[in-house]
Structures are given as structure tokens and as C-alpha cells.
């Protein structure tokens, strides 16, 4: 367990404590002895957190989230209904059993009518000052973003270079390379090719997974010729429906990260493994790459390339998407899935 989910659920638990000790606060009157009053409160802080978790976890986000107001007017007012009915007969028990009241006249109507009153009350107003809360986080979230997002432009604008200048320079180099070394001349077009793609293609929100696909075919061979010629790089890439859009470079960082990171080995196999598969409208993408076991990537890295892919992840498919990095001693592996891409 993370130390954010324990410590989300501390904060759940002071919440309730500090919510019951409230109502025992606020209802106890001069016709309810204390016991009597902190029994009560106990056994509506119960259904009323019933109710809640309820909204919280399947009717806000399945229901409500999506537009979907009238399921989720019955199943919020249903819910409600149902606990208010149970609280009758632990009413009745507890009347009984515990407060030992058995002459007094029990009203099964007015305990439910009084529990569904009380329930409803209290869930909607715990229910309400939640979302509120959300809004405004998401509010202060949305415009953190939006600055970071015009700080990057205006410093992307700040660096970039004059793309007409940039290729009339390749161009210029390329003429000036022997036409005998096709290996750099090669190397030099396959650049001037992912830099054309980068500057002149990649202003989109999506872009067909061809496209991508080709620009990371060149990153890989522009790779090839600086490593080491012993490290095996494995491309599989056939099971590819070709109508399937995907945000630019979007995959590249994990990329990128295997070549810095890739290690050699004398006494064993070293690689980059990547395999991409985009079927039915879900992708899914691996790249596993070797590494020297007593080099840490973490304390090589600032993991901002990382970072930034994993928020550009939760902003272009909140709940959609699932991202696995796992580290060994010997191997880093980063599993991707995008649903409904």
C-alpha cells in the first residue's frame, strides 16, 4: 500500500471521527442522556458513510460523471431508501437490547420517514461540499496547467530555430559529405526526416499511427549506428490497425530512456525489446531494455521526461490508460495500455 493511499485513508478516518463527534455534540439535548445520544450518532455515522462511499465510488463517476442524471437521482435517492429501511430494524434491537425499552411503542414509519430525512441531509451536504472541493481543484489544477503550458511555449519559442534555415544547413552538410559515405548521408536525410516530422507534423492532437510509427523506425536506426554493435534491438510492430490515431510522440520518452540506459554486459545477452500493438481501438506497448547492474537509472536521471509523459498520459486519458515501470537489477521494462485510443 503507498503512503498516499494510507494517508488518504487516515484522513477518511479523522474525518468520520471528527463528523460523529459533531452530531453527538450538536443533538444531545436535555430528553437524551449522553450513552444514549453517542449510540444513536454511531449507527447513523455508519449509513450515512454507506451512502457516501456509494456516490463517491460507482454513482458520481459512472452515473453522474456521465450525464446520466436520472439513474443517478434513483440510485442516489434508492440508496438512501434502502439504508433508511435497515435502520429501522437496528432501531428496533437497539431500543430493545440496548437502551431496553421493550414497553415503549415502536413506529416502524416514523423511524424510517425521521432516518431517511436525517440521511438525506447529511449525504447531500457532505456529498455536495466534496464535488465542490474537486471543482475547485480542478479549477487551481487546470490553471497551474495552462501557466505551464504557456511558460513551455514561450520558451519553446525562445530556442526554436528557423526551420528554413535548419534544412537549408542540412542541406548544405549533406551536399558536402562524399557521395562515397552513405552512411552518413543516409544517417543525415533520416535526421532531416524525424526533424521535419517534429517541426511540421507534430502540431496536432493526434496523428495516424503510421506516421508515428515511421518516426520511431528512424529514431531506432539513427540509435543502431552509435551502440554498441553487440546489443540486440528487437522492433515487433505488425499487429498495427492502420485507422488508429495517437497523440505525437507520445511513446518516445520510454524510447529514448532505453538507449540512454541500455547497458552491455560481457556475461550475458544485452537488448532493447520493443513491441507495439494497436488492435480495436486499444494500444498496448513494452520496451524492455537490459541494463548494468550496478548503475541506478534513478539516480542517473531526473525523470522529467518520464514525469511529463505520465501527466500528458492522465490529461489526454484520465482513467483510460495504465502505466507499469518495473526495475530489476538487470532489466528496466515499461508496460503501456491505452484504451480506446
Given at each position: 500500500m503507498s503512503k498516499l493511499t494510507v494517508n488518504k485513508?487516515?484522513?477518511?478516518?479523522?474525518?468520520?471521527?471528527?463528523?460523529?463527534?459533531?452530531?453527538?455534540?450538536?443533538?444531545?439535548?436535555?430528553?437524551?442522556?449522553?450513552?444514549?445520544?453517542?449510540?444513536?450518532?454511531?449507527?447513523?455515522?455508519v449509513f450515512i458513510a454507506i451512502n457516501y462511499y456509494f456516490d463517491e465510488l460507482y454513482a458520481i463517476p459512472y452515473l453522474l460523471n456521465k450525464k446520466k442524471y436520472f439513474p443517478f437521482f434513483l440510485a442516489f435517492i434508492g440508496m438512501i431508501a434502502a439504508t433508511a429501511w435497515l435502520r429501522v430494524p437496528v432501531s428496533y434491537l437497539v431500543r430493545k437490547h440496548v437502551f431496553e425499552l421493550p414497553n415503549v411503542r415502536f413506529d416502524a414509519l416514523n423511524v424510517?420517514?425521521?432516518?431517511?430525512?436525517?440521511?438525506?441531509?447529511?449525504?447531500?451536504?457532505?456529498?455536495?461540499?466534496?464535488?465542490?472541493?474537486?471543482?475547485?481543484?480542478?479549477?487551481?489544477?487546470?490553471?497551474?496547467?495552462?501557466?505551464?503550458?504557456?511558460?513551455?511555449?514561450?520558451?519553446?519559442?525562445?530556442?526554436?530555430?528557423?526551420?528554413?534555415?535548419?534544412?537549408?544547413?542540412?542541406?548544405?552538410?549533406?551536399?558536402?559529405?562524399?557521395?562515397?559515405?552513405?552512411?552518413?548521408?543516409?544517417?543525415?536525410?533520416?535526421?532531416?526526416e524525424m526533424l521535419r516530422y517534429q517541426l511540421y507534423e507534430c502540431n496536432v492532437e493526434l496523428i495516424d499511427i503510421e506516421r508515428e510509427l515511421n518516426y520511431i523506425r528512424n529514431y531506432i536506426t539513427l540509435q543502431k549506428s552509435r551502440i554498441d554493435e553487440r546489443i540486440r534491438v528487437c522492433l515487433s510492430a505488425d499487429?498495427?490497425?492502420?485507422?488508429?490515431?495517437?497523440?505525437?510522440?507520445?511513446?518516445?520518452?520510454?524510447?529514448?530512456?532505453?538507449?540512454?540506459?541500455?547497458?552491455?554486459?560481457?556475461?550475458?545477452?544485452?537488448?532493447?525489446?520493443?513491441?507495439?500493438?494497436?488492435?480495436?481501438?486499444?494500444?498496448?506497448?513494452?520496451?524492455?531494455?537490459?541494463?548494468?547492474?550496478?548503475?541506478?537509472?534513478?539516480?542517473?536521471?531526473?525523470?522529467?521526461?518520464?514525469?511529463?509523459?505520465?501527466?500528458?498520459?492522465?490529461?489526454?486519458?484520465?482513467?483510460?490508460?495504465?502505466l507499469d515501470i518495473v526495475e530489476t537489477e538487470t532489466d528496466y521494462t515499461v508496460h503501456l495500455t491505452i484504451d480506446s485510443i
Open positions: 485513508a487516515l484522513l477518511h478516518c479523522a474525518f468520520w471521527v471528527l463528523a460523529y463527534f459533531f452530531w453527538v455534540y450538536i443533538f444531545r439535548n436535555s430528553t437524551l442522556v449522553l450513552t444514549r445520544t453517542i449510540t444513536i450518532q454511531f449507527c447513523y455515522l424510517f420517514s425521521e432516518s431517511f430525512i436525517n440521511i438525506f441531509f447529511w449525504v447531500f451536504f457532505i456529498v455536495a461540499a466534496k464535488m465542490v472541493i474537486d471543482r475547485i481543484r480542478s479549477q487551481v489544477y487546470i490553471e497551474q496547467i495552462e501557466k505551464e503550458k504557456a511558460a513551455n511555449e514561450l520558451n519553446f519559442l525562445r530556442a526554436q530555430f528557423n526551420p528554413h534555415f535548419l534544412f537549408n544547413s542540412i542541406n548544405s552538410i549533406y551536399a558536402h559529405i562524399d557521395k562515397s559515405n552513405k552512411d552518413a548521408r543516409g544517417m543525415l536525410l533520416t535526421f532531416s499487429n498495427i490497425d492502420r485507422s488508429i490515431s495517437v497523440p505525437p510522440l507520445i511513446l518516445i520518452t520510454f524510447i529514448e530512456n532505453a538507449f540512454k540506459y541500455v547497458g552491455f554486459n560481457e556475461c550475458r545477452e544485452n537488448k532493447i525489446e520493443l513491441r507495439l500493438e494497436a488492435q480495436s481501438g486499444n494500444l498496448l506497448f513494452t520496451i524492455c531494455n537490459t541494463k548494468d547492474g550496478f548503475i541506478s537509472k534513478t539516480q542517473d536521471s531526473s525523470g522529467l521526461g518520464i514525469a511529463n509523459t505520465k501527466r500528458r498520459l492522465e490529461l489526454l486519458y484520465p482513467g483510460k490508460h495504465k
